[in-house]
């Protein structure tokens, strides 16, 4: 890293069109403030030169408290449509990161009972809890329950429950399952919903998964949501 010398000033850069192109170090124009989080190492105490020599490196604003709680996303996260996400289960150190989520609701799809913490972690921060409980399915021939699955995009189309989060124990085939019959719901084609089931249940996609999502039958879903409540989705026009 280049620094200011005490014997001689280094030179300046000098742009295509002359030195009159150099922009004046008082200047007001806000272009010449550094970023506040990303601000040149030297630029408050060494001169111009040196300023422009250095390079940009990460500094935490000192208006941040040293106390701020460290957010760790749950594993597998990620935006399913505006107001729906999906993830792994969430742990105890995923708690900070859910919260600036500002979820209502979050629907688990695990058959067990949810645990002690996590039920408290709800209460305390005012979320509904959704449980559709679903086997695992490890082995083969397994039947997905239809009738949860419907229950639970009836829960996912009513925006009364948004922001929500839905997962199961990975959040890869429970949770690729039910989001798989909701891109059927959005118009998605079979091939856009198998990429995205296959990229979430690497390297593990389950045959009897895809072939669930592709029988599916729609139609038993507005049989039961309450079209007053849906979201305001594009796919859904």
Known sequence: MAAASTSST??????????????DPTASDD?????????????????????VLAPLTPSIPPSLPLDVEELIPTENIN??????YRSAFPKKKNFAFLKKLGLKSILTLILEDYPEQNVRFLEENGIKLFQFGVAGNKEPFVDIPEDKIVAALACLLDKRNHPILIHCNKGKHRTGCLVGCLRKVQHWSHTSIFDEYRRFSHPKARSMDQQFIELFDVAKVWEVVDRRCLPDWPELR
């Open 10 to 23: 280094p030179a300046l850069a000098t742009p295509p069109n002359g030195p009159s192109q150099l922009a």
């Open 31 to 51: 272009r010449q403030h550094p970023h506040p989080i990303l601000s040149a190492t030297t630029a408050d105490t060494a001169p111009p030169s040196s300023a």
């Open 79 to 84: 935006l399913v449509a505006n107001g729906v």
